[in-house]
């Protein structure tokens, strides 16, 4: 299982790279919006789900992933 550092890591990685691997077997991951369930645009800064192919692990970014700090919902 991956930790919570582990997968914190993953999707910060994410982030910046748009692209990921498996801590466990070096697996490309893939990733899907859970507005869209396709792989997450560019820009997006929605929640997706990590999943690995390999091993068959996943989890939810939301889950290990806290929203900046100061920065308050959009009211519209
Ligand atoms: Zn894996």
Known sequence: MWTREEKQKIVAYYRRAHIARCPTDRALLTM?????????????????????????????????????????????
Do not use: H, I, K, W
């Open 32 to 76: 899907q919006d859970v507005r869209t369930g396709s792989e997450p645009d560019d820009d997006s800064t929605a929640a997706f789900v990590v999943y690995c192919p390999t091993c068959r692990q996943s989890f939810m970014s939301s889950t290990v992933e806290l929203p900046p700090p100061g920065n308050s919902p959009c009211l519209d």
